[in-house]
């Protein structure tokens, strides 16, 4: 009697949730950004990206990176790349690269191989300093099914430093809340493909940017390969300052789907001065879930 064929490789699976962390602040904010997901709903699963050395992670570290509670756990190098543009910017330009060029992973199929997995159809980023408020499943079906390959969705940026911070452009013409025909991207969020050819293209784009990866993604890939999605799905914590109209609480379809801790990170402060009666729900969901997660990290 002929042996049973071998079983098949499992499909990959249609979409996932993808993250980083390389410190234990980070870490806290991966472990609230996978509750949240969770509680909202999500089925996909959650990729933790973590660097190749885990020497800034916290002791011990294996307990750390479980308190995540990631489907998958995946170490990462370095993506270090000469830097290039103005001679004034390169140094500091390249002090950033390590760190902000991580997310150029997503697109690199190779990372998903382990233990012979494949990619998935397409990934959604997000910054381990966001919680999410409300099941982002459907937005990556939706992307698994009709995003183009070689293009990338993600919610607008804020280009009118309402901060003021003097390192920072400031060009409010810009700024897509100002002018909605135009297209500029937070890369705190992004649904993407995994494709060898399009990772080997952004290897070679100019990352000596103020914002590093942000502003080379979205020159890289221009109008033509942004889709555009809602600024509820990326809701940046300063945009009640550089725009009241985006704070209106409440019910659909004004309210966050997911908020954005850009600034004052909520496991060092609270929210930024003018914002407090808009934001503290928000950061106080944040420690609420924290707690839960130091407590489970204690038993």
């Known amino acids: 009697m002929a042996a049973p064929p ?49 020497a800034p992670l916290p002791e011990p570290v294996a307990a750390a990176i479980a308190a995540v509670g990631a489907d998958r756990v995946i170490a990462v190098p370095e993506i ?18 390590a760190k902000c060029l991580v997310k150029l992973h997503v697109w690199n199929p190779e990372i998903y191989a382990a233990d012979g997995a494949a990619a998935p159809d397409v990934v959604c980023w997000l910054d381990a300093d966001m919680i999410v408020l409300a099941d982002l499943d459907p937005l990556l079906a939706e ?28 060009d409010p013409g810009a700024c897509p809340f100002n002018a909605p025909e135009r297209t500029y991207f ?23 940017r103020p914002f590093a ?14 889709f555009k999605l809602s600024f509820r799905y990326n809701y940046l914590n300063h945009l009640p300052i550089a725009h009241p109209d985006t ?10 789907l997911l908020f954005h801790f850009c600034f004052n990170k909520p496991w060092d402060s609270g929210p930024l001065p003018g914002t407090h009666s808009f934001a503290e729900p928000y950061y106080a969901l944040w420690r609420v879930m924290d707690e839960r997660a130091r407590v489970r990290r204690r038993v």
């Open 6 to 54: 071998p079983p098949a490789a499992p499909a990959p699976p249609r979409a996932a949730y993808i993250t980083y962390a390389d410190s234990a602040d980070y870490l806290r904010g991966a472990a609230v950004l996978s509750a949240s997901l969770r509680a909202a709903g999500a089925r996909f699963p959650l990729i933790l990206m973590i660097p190749e050395s885990v």
């Open 247 to 256: 704070a209106v609480s409440g019910e659909e379809p004004t309210r966050p």
């Open 143 to 170: 992307a698994a099914e009709s995003l183009p390959r070689g293009s990338i969705a993600a919610a607008p940026g804020c280009t009118c430093n309402a901060l003021g911070n003097a390192r920072l452009p400031t």
């Open 213 to 226: 990866e942000q502003d080379a993604m979205n020159d890289g890939f221009g109008p033509d390969r942004i």
């Open 80 to 97: 270090r790349l000469v830097p290039s543009g103005t001679p004034a910017g390169a140094a500091v330009g390249a002090a950033r690269f």
């Open 186 to 208: 937070n890369a705190g969020l992004f649904l993407a493909r995994p494709d060898s050819a399009v990772y080997k293209e952004m290897l070679g784009w100019n990352y000596d």
